[in-house]
Nanobody
Framework: QVQLVESGGGLVQAGGSLRLSCSASGRTFSNNAMGWFRQVPGKEREFVAAISWLGGRSYADSVQGRFIISRDNAKNTLYLQMNSLKPDDTAVYYC?????????????????WGQGTQLTVSS
């Protein structure tokens, strides 16, 4: 059974940094794209960042220059380093894995999802 488990969320002050982790089990995703999405109550889940199987990266405009997505294939783990955090970054953050190799910003292109981890940024 494939599982994605996020960790690292919490409460942080504006301007601070935090790193999210997503540990995968049940299969390896070294040949697959993975991504991070976020969602706030009453809104649709939105794209944050994605990484292809070869390491190509894509970011939402709202996080470009502040967030860094990376992966450790040996550990089957995905990361999201978040810097210069803003209150608008407050959301539940979800890890996702695709059956495909190339990154996408669309939720429908991802086949596996974690349960999410809450990030709250205080002003």
């Amino acid at each position: 059974q494939v599982q994605l488990v996020e960790s690292g969320g919490g409460l942080v002050q504006a301007g601070g940094s935090l790193r999210l982790s997503c540990s995968a089990s049940g299969r390896t995703f070294s040949n697959n794209a993975m991504g991070w999405f976020r969602q706030v109550p009453g809104k649709e889940r939105e794209f944050v960042a994605a990484i292809s199987w070869l390491g190509g990266r894509s970011y939402a405009d709202s996080v470009q220059g502040r967030f860094i997505i990376s992966r450790d294939n040996a550990k089957n783990t995905l990361y999201l380093q978040m810097n210069s955090l803003k209150p608008d970054d407050t959301a539940v953050y979800y890890c996702a894995a695709s059956a495909g190799r190339y990154y996408s910003g669309r939720t429908q292109d991802y086949d596996y999802w974690g349960q999410g981890t809450q990030l709250t940024v205080s002003s």
